[in-house]
């Protein structure tokens, strides 16, 4: 996927689209804005909009940018779901652990995902409000063994305890930079050659490659 | 044609006359001659072809003076020449070039292609570009502005000169494409993007926040000399698809915010302001000729939709709470050609925004918010498949009472409106009764006036001939007399004027 980053180059920034998908009142908000800025249930909020949250991450020394997105969960709004994950990089599924319908519905969403965009989107499953275990209804085994059986990954967390939320993003991060670099392996070496590959222009590069030592940029 | 209008003025034009006169069906238009856009299009393919050929020439005539342009600028920039293993190189490049020019020159002068007679134009010292370059047959001024705003830009890159070339000979390559389809075109603007970018990406070892603002700038310069060409271009039914929804935004402009169970409050003075707001905004996109611009009218739109929900709700917007928001605006602003705009974004706009940026987010939230307003039926309202009907044929509106619908589950929406109609009867009925007031009070001076006539008229009477005065002199003469005279027991009114009654001056 282009949104993987571009260029050969090992110190590049990657930049990650990852779409939050699941039931009205699960916790997809409460979990993006735990993560992004460390808050629950706040009241005073300074925050404008939880819709659009981005966090810059330094993975074992390369830079990542994720742009988080949540997408509007009401029914009637169900077949909008293409234009929003469309060149995701990544999806997260999340259910509640005391509400079996929205398990149900996160299967429904992996069906979709996975026909729409096959195995290219790194797809996590995540069983929310485990401070609410006393209530559960849906059991661990049968939702980790479910995401084992279509290629995602199953995380257990609480917003409200902030628990297993670093680890899935971090976590989701890896696998994404993974298959990033997998992707351009599989085009040879870098974007430049599939770009130059592709049918159209073709820039002459009347230009010498060895820039000047000293830099190439002078601006400031 | 003209005349022919003018002479049938005021007399009422039936349908047949605003169709397109190749009778297609279409309607017709004075500007195109009575044709419809499709018609007339066709029609002026032979026009367009010269048109074309003029293009070109212009075309390479500003090809000519940006490069000297450039040429100029840069070297004031760059006043201390130095000497490093790039600028030899180009040095051998441009060995064609005459021997007489010093190193800064060559340096910066356009390669072969261009001719070699205008180098002298490169050493002038002034400001401004090349006198040559103004004219009165050049592009619009924008175009222009746009072109200097690059060049300053790039001038302290040192692959400046290069990227301008480039973005210049491909942006030129492709006047010649406009009849390539637009998925073509787009193509090949993504593919020159993409390729620049990769190239920009080693360049400056990866620092992708710089990488982005070339990127910014090549697509501002690009975009700014190709929107006439690519923006709703004839090769598509871009314009069609603006009508249509257009259309259907006016056949909905019955839906409520409460059928759409928008969070905001318009009551809130301040909501109702960010509302009007976010309306102008997404309005103004239309007016930009940069995708990037466009973008950013989105953005400002939505940004002002998340003020008006953080008031009502006292909480920040998600996704759930956003859309909804977008879709009631744009159902309220109906913004000019939609489609176009949207296509245009999608096409010609850096792709790195649109995938993975806050721009890219807002946008694609309208493109949902345009997708629904499409698609939506009575159940994405909540209402009956028969109310939907109803309000679409305009034989109903949720702003009448309808007693029977109550029930319904746009009940909720109903209500309101019928509070707000009690409301409007009540405000009715007040205003009746201060009618009726006023009535009452204009017939009671009528009748007051009537009465002081009389009791004039009565006390007129009972005086009759003594009024009448021999001479103005004598009564002003007498006045101050008889005025003492009635009020001798009051000395402070000797100053007010003469009392009228005339039995004081009998006496
Ligand atoms: N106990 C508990 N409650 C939670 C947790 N996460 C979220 N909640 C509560 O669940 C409710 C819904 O949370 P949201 O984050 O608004 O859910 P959402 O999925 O964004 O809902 P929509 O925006 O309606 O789709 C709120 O009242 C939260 O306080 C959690 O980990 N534990
Ligand atoms: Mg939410
Ligand atoms: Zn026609």
């Given at each position: 996927m282009a949104a993987g980053g571009t260029g050969g180059n090992s110190n590049k920034t990657y930049s990650f689209k990852v779409v939050l998908l699941g039931e009205g009142c699960v916790g997809k908000t409460s979990l993006v804005l735990r993560y992004c800025e460390n808050k629950f249930n706040d009241k005073h909020i300074t925050t404008l909009q939880a819709s659009f949250l981005t966090k810059k991450l330094n993975i074992t020394g390369k830079r990542v940018n994720l742009a988080i997105w949540d997408t509007a969960g009401q029914e009637r709004f169900h077949a909008l779901g293409p234009i929003y994950y469309r060149d995701s990089n990544g999806a997260i599924l999340v259910y509640d652990i005391t509400d079996e319908d929205s398990f149900q519905k996160v299967k429904n969403w992996v069906k979709e995902l996975r026909k729409m965009l096959g195995n290219e989107i790194c797809l996590c499953i995540v069983g929310n409000k485990i401070d609410l275990d006393k209530d559960r209804h849906v059991s661990v085994e049968e939702a980790e063994s479910y995401a084992e059986s279509v290629g995602a990954k199953h995380y257990h967390t609480s917003a409200k305890l902030n628990k297993g939320i670093e680890e899935l993003f971090l976590d989701l991060c890896k696998r994404m930079m993974e298959t990033a670099q997998?992707?351009?392996r599989l085009k040879g070496n870098g974007a430049s050659q599939s770009a130059s590959s592709r049918r159209g222009v073709q820039i002459v590069d009347d230009e010498p490659q060895a820039t000047p030592a000293g830099g190439c940029c002078s601006s400031g | 044609m003209m005349s022919q209008r003018s002479e049938r003025r005021g007399i009422h034009l039936d349908q047949s006359e605003l169709l397109c006169k190749k009778g297609c069906g279409y309607y017709g238009n004075t500007a195109w001659q009575g044709l419809c856009s499709k018609c007339w299009r066709e029609e002026n393919q032979r026009e367009r072809q010269k048109q074309i050929q003029e293009d070109w020439?212009?075309?390479?005539?500003?090809?000519?003076?940006?490069?000297?342009?450039?040429?100029?600028?840069?070297?004031?920039?760059?006043?201390?020449?130095?000497?490093?293993?790039?600028?030899?190189?180009?040095?051998?490049?441009?060995?064609?070039?005459?021997?007489?020019?010093?190193?800064?020159?060559?340096?910066?002068?356009?390669?072969?292609?261009?001719?070699?007679?205008?180098?002298?134009?490169?050493?002038?010292t002034q400001s401004s570009p090349s006198p040559s370059s103004s004219s009165s047959r050049h592009p619009p001024a924008d175009t222009d502005h746009a072109t200097r705003e690059f060049i300053d830009f790039l001038k302290p890159l040192k692959s400046g000169r290069e990227i301008f070339k480039q973005c210049r000979a491909f942006t030129e390559s492709m006047v010649y494409k406009r009849d390539m389809g637009a998925d073509e075109l787009s193509e090949c603007v993504q593919d020159f993007y993409q390729n620049l970018s990769d190239r920009l990406q080693t360049q400056f070892k990866g620092s992708t926040e710089h990488v982005e603002s070339v990127m910014d700038e090549v697509e501002k310069y690009m975009m700014t000399r190709l929107y006439k060409e690519v923006f709703c271009p004839e090769t598509t039914d871009d314009e069609k698809k603006d009508l249509a929804i257009q259309k259907r935004i006016r056949a909905l402009h019955w839906v409520t915010i409460e059928m759409l169970c928008v969070p905001v409050d318009e009551e809130i003075p301040e909501v109702s302001d960010s509302v009007?707001?976010?309306?102008?905004?997404?309005?103004?996109?239309?007016?930009?000729?940069?995708p990037k611009d466009k973008l950013a009218c989105i953005t400002r739109c939505s940004k002002h939709i998340f003020n008006a929900i953080k008031i009502s709700k006292k909480e920040a917007a998600s996704a759930d709470d956003f859309l909804p928001t977008l879709i009631y605006i744009v159902l309220k602003a109906n913004p000019p050609r939609l489609q176009s705009n949207i296509q245009y974004i999608t096409r010609f706009c850096n792709p790195s925004r649109l995938m993975t940026g806050e721009d890219g987010y807002y946008f694609t939230n309208l493109c949902c918010a345009v997708a629904f307003i499409e698609k939506l039926d009575g159940?994405?309202?909540?209402?009956?498949?028969?109310?939907?009907?109803?309000?679409?044929?305009?034989?109903?509106?949720?702003?009448?009472p309808q007693g029977a619908g109550a029930s319904s589950p746009g009940s909720a929406a109903l209500s309101q409106v019928?509070?707000?109609?009690?409301?409007?009867?009540?405000?009715?009925?007040?205003?009746?009764?201060?009618?009726?007031?006023?009535?009452?009070?204009?017939?009671?001076?009528?009748?007051?006036?009537?009465?002081?006539?009389?009791?004039?008229?009565?006390?007129?009477?009972?005086?009759?001939?003594?009024?009448?005065?021999?001479?103005?002199?004598?009564?002003?003469?007498?006045?101050?007399?008889?005025?003492?005279?009635?009020?001798?027991?009051?000395?402070?009114?000797?100053?007010?004027?003469?009392?009228?009654?005339?039995?004081?001056?009998?006496?």
């Amino acid at each position: 996927m282009a949104a993987g980053g571009t260029g050969g180059n090992s110190n590049k920034t990657y930049s990650f689209k990852v779409v939050l998908l699941g039931e009205g009142c699960v916790g997809k908000t409460s979990l993006v804005l735990r993560y992004c800025e460390n808050k629950f249930n706040d009241k005073h909020i300074t925050t404008l909009q939880a819709s659009f949250l981005t966090k810059k991450l330094n993975i074992t020394g390369k830079r990542v940018n994720l742009a988080i997105w949540d997408t509007a969960g009401q029914e009637r709004f169900h077949a909008l779901g293409p234009i929003y994950y469309r060149d995701s990089n990544g999806a997260i599924l999340v259910y509640d652990i005391t509400d079996e319908d929205s398990f149900q519905k996160v299967k429904n969403w992996v069906k979709e995902l996975r026909k729409m965009l096959g195995n290219e989107i790194c797809l996590c499953i995540v069983g929310n409000k485990i401070d609410l275990d006393k209530d559960r209804h849906v059991s661990v085994e049968e939702a980790e063994s479910y995401a084992e059986s279509v290629g995602a990954k199953h995380y257990h967390t609480s917003a409200k305890l902030n628990k297993g939320i670093e680890e899935l993003f971090l976590d989701l991060c890896k696998r994404m930079m993974e298959t990033a670099q997998a992707e351009e392996r599989l085009k040879g070496n870098g974007a430049s050659q599939s770009a130059s590959s592709r049918r159209g222009v073709q820039i002459v590069d009347d230009e010498p490659q060895a820039t000047p030592a000293g830099g190439c940029c002078s601006s400031g | 044609m003209m005349s022919q209008r003018s002479e049938r003025r005021g007399i009422h034009l039936d349908q047949s006359e605003l169709l397109c006169k190749k009778g297609c069906g279409y309607y017709g238009n004075t500007a195109w001659q009575g044709l419809c856009s499709k018609c007339w299009r066709e029609e002026n393919q032979r026009e367009r072809q010269k048109q074309i050929q003029e293009d070109w020439a212009l075309a390479e005539r500003l090809q000519r003076e940006e490069e000297e342009a450039y040429a100029s600028r840069h070297q004031r920039a760059q006043s201390q020449p130095t000497i490093t293993p790039f600028s030899k190189f180009e040095e051998r490049k441009t060995k064609e070039k005459s021997s007489k020019v010093n190193t800064v020159t060559k340096f910066f002068t356009p390669s072969a292609k261009t001719p070699p007679k205008k180098d002298t134009t490169s050493f002038d010292t002034q400001s401004s570009p090349s006198p040559s370059s103004s004219s009165s047959r050049h592009p619009p001024a924008d175009t222009d502005h746009a072109t200097r705003e690059f060049i300053d830009f790039l001038k302290p890159l040192k692959s400046g000169r290069e990227i301008f070339k480039q973005c210049r000979a491909f942006t030129e390559s492709m006047v010649y494409k406009r009849d390539m389809g637009a998925d073509e075109l787009s193509e090949c603007v993504q593919d020159f993007y993409q390729n620049l970018s990769d190239r920009l990406q080693t360049q400056f070892k990866g620092s992708t926040e710089h990488v982005e603002s070339v990127m910014d700038e090549v697509e501002k310069y690009m975009m700014t000399r190709l929107y006439k060409e690519v923006f709703c271009p004839e090769t598509t039914d871009d314009e069609k698809k603006d009508l249509a929804i257009q259309k259907r935004i006016r056949a909905l402009h019955w839906v409520t915010i409460e059928m759409l169970c928008v969070p905001v409050d318009e009551e809130i003075p301040e909501v109702s302001d960010s509302v009007v707001k976010a309306i102008t905004d997404v309005i103004e996109m239309d007016s930009k000729r940069v995708p990037k611009d466009k973008l950013a009218c989105i953005t400002r739109c939505s940004k002002h939709i998340f003020n008006a929900i953080k008031i009502s709700k006292k909480e920040a917007a998600s996704a759930d709470d956003f859309l909804p928001t977008l879709i009631y605006i744009v159902l309220k602003a109906n913004p000019p050609r939609l489609q176009s705009n949207i296509q245009y974004i999608t096409r010609f706009c850096n792709p790195s925004r649109l995938m993975t940026g806050e721009d890219g987010y807002y946008f694609t939230n309208l493109c949902c918010a345009v997708a629904f307003i499409e698609k939506l039926d009575g159940q994405s309202l909540n209402l009956s498949p028969e109310e939907f009907e109803l309000y679409m044929s305009g034989q109903a509106s949720p702003h009448w009472p309808q007693g029977a619908g109550a029930s319904s589950p746009g009940s909720a929406a109903l209500s309101q409106v019928h509070k707000r109609l009690d409301l409007l009867t009540g405000l009715g009925e007040r205003q009746d009764r201060v009618i009726e007031k006023a009535r009452q009070l204009e017939s009671d001076l009528i009748d007051w006036t009537d009465e002081v006539e009389q009791k004039v008229q009565s006390v007129l009477e009972s005086f009759p001939q003594e009024t009448h005065n021999p001479t103005a002199t004598t009564a002003s003469g007498t006045t101050s007399a008889a005025a003492s005279a009635i009020d001798s027991d009051n000395v402070e009114n000797e100053r007010l004027p003469p009392p009228l009654q005339p039995q004081v001056f009998a006496g």
